[in-house]
């Protein structure tokens, strides 16, 4: 395993556990919370595969037990368009500079976690129409750096109103696309990076801990107010990943 000072792995492991924990709240989240925290210490292309990993074993938890009441009508319409864009999206994460990948990170963070704490209008149903945009911009962001889930929750949560289907239709989605992940990013090599294996062993109980008070939380607590904290969070970590962008060598 990489040596890293005890400090730097108490705060990788706090973070991947605050990421399960909201995970465990919405059923998704988990790279959108941990991946602009971890890219102030790791390489982009270390982090996003080390927290494939984890989502793997979280979709697992999640998806598979609730797998009976996915709607399967709309995640195989989001399918053929999000292996498209997770295509494209591998391919830039294996070719772009780590400058404009921390540019394009920080400015999509910013812009959901502000648009999550400004919005206040219910949500109102969305034509099947779009399922390809969001297929295509949400592949990619999930290849590129595992945050694809907040674009098509957006879309699931206007197509889908009952709440349990919902969550049990992005874990599965959270899952599948994770598998396939997995495949590309073996594929290019990012798992023979020294010392990745090894972390991901080791985070392995933070993430579980932080799943199962996250679930434990979504089931007796109202999560909006926690979540409002997260999205405050994140237009920090964003506008932090802007700013190491800009002053990237």
């Known amino acids: 395993m990489i040596e890293l000072p005890w400090t730097t792995l108490a705060a990788t ?3 991947v556990a ?12 988990a790279s959108i919370v941990a991946i602009p925290l971890l890219a102030h210490i790791f390489p982009l292309r270390f982090a996003v595969p080390m927290m494939l990993l984890f989502d793997l074993g979280a979709g697992l938890l999640l998806g598979w037990r609730h797998h009976r009441i996915v709607d399967r009508r709309e995640l195989l319409r989001l399918a053929p368009w999000l292996l498209a864009g997770m295509a494209a999206g591998v391919t830039l994460l294996v070719h772009a500079s780590e400058r404009w990948l ?21 949500p109102r149903p969305l034509s099947t129409y779009w399922a390809l945009p969001t297929g295509l911009v949400g592949g990619a962001f999930t290849a590129l750096f595992g945050t694809g ?6 879309y699931l949560a206007r197509r889908l109103t009952n709440t349990d289907v919902l969550r049990a239709s992005i874990g599965v989605l959270v899952l599948c696309t994770a598998l396939v992940r997995l495949v590309l990013f ?15 062993v080791a985070l392995l109980p933070a993430a579980f801990l932080g799943f199962r008070a996250g679930s434990w939380m979504h089931a007796r607590l109202p999560t909006q107010q926690a979540l409002r904290v997260v999205w405050l969070l994140l237009v920090l970590g964003g506008l932090s990943l802007l700013a190491r962008a800009y002053r990237f060598d």
Do not use: D, H, M, N
């Open 18 to 29: 605050l990421a399960y924990v909201v995970y465990g709240l919405t059923g998704f989240g």
């Open 186 to 200: 073996t594929g290019s090599g990012f798992y023979k990076q020294p010392g990745l294996l090894p972390l991901a």
């Open 102 to 122: 921390l540019l394009l990170l920080g400015g999509f963070v910013l812009s959901y976690a502000s648009w999550r704490l400004i919005s206040r209008a219910k």
């Open 13 to 15: 492991a706090s973070i």
């Open 149 to 154: 889930g907040a674009i098509y929750t957006i």
